[in-house]
């Protein structure tokens, strides 16, 4: 079984257009992030929920807004593409951010959604 | 600001060892973690530390000094399954995760 599930994994669209990520965990994590890893290889977070709240939301423009139907998944909602979204997106999760100190817990992250912005 | 400093490249022989360096600037610090990224694929977790010392794992070691700031993942007998990118990952004060933009380990016959 997928611990952390992605879809679409490649997606190609216009400039100007809006799309969505959707992203699921299995794993019972309290925690869920969304990640832009862009063509210089940095993995920036974008967002995080804990039990459906926003914790960590980084300087990402309002076009970008996540969406928690419930602990299980977050999806990514994008308005209005630009060509500089072109990336890929990781959803990762984890139990309470607490937990990733001392390493009782790490961040498992799905599979990538390569979205190009044409 | 919060900065993470990696090598982009390295290359290694099969067979032989490899160090890569990770030194790391944060807001507070409540561990280090390593990731590998094989391309096309996502990061999966390789090590954790939060004292200082040498963490042993298989052929995988990492070593931390936290006066120094400083980090290294260690690689035993490199295989070709090694290649991938190493990136190197701090949690800071807030418990947000400040990542490095990662090493390519190029691994040569």
């Known amino acids: 079984d997928t611990a952390v599930s992605q879809t679409p994994k490649y997606l190609v669209t216009q400039m100007g257009n809006d799309k969505s990520i959707k992203c699921e965990q299995n794993?019972?994590?309290?925690?869920m992030y969304w990640y832009k890893q862009d063509s210089k290889k940095f993995l920036k977070i974008m967002f995080s929920?804990?039990?459906?709240?926003?914790?960590i939301n980084e300087t990402v423009p309002n076009r970008f807004s996540p969406k928690s139907p419930d602990k299980a998944h977050l999806n990514l909602h994008i308005n209005s593409l630009e060509l500089g979204d072109s990336a890929v997106y990781f959803c990762?999760?984890?139990?309470?951010?607490?937990?990733?100190?001392?390493?009782?817990?790490?961040?498992?992250f799905g599979p990538g959604t390569r979205l190009t912005v044409l | 600001g919060q900065n993470i400093d990696q090598p982009t490249e390295m290359t290694a022989t099969e067979g032989a060892i490899v160090q890569i360096n990770c030194t790391y600037q944060t807001s507070g610090f409540n561990g280090l973690f390593w990731y590998q990224q094989h391309a096309g694929e996502a990061p999966t977790f390789l090590s954790y530390?939060?004292l200082d010392g040498l963490e042993e794992k298989g052929r995988f070691s990492s070593f931390l000094s936290r006066s120094k700031g400083y980090s290294y993942l260690l690689l035993k007998e490199l295989q070709m399954k090694d290649s991938a990118s190493y990136l190197c990952a701090v949690l800071d004060s807030n418990y947000q995760l400040i990542w490095g933009a990662g090493t390519k380990l190029i691994i040569k016959p």
């Open positions: 530390n939060v």
């Open positions: 990762a999760s984890s139990q309470d951010v607490s937990e990733l100190a001392g390493g009782r817990d790490t961040q498992y």
């Open positions: 794993l019972g994590h309290d925690t």
């Open positions: 929920y804990n039990n459906k709240e926003l914790i």
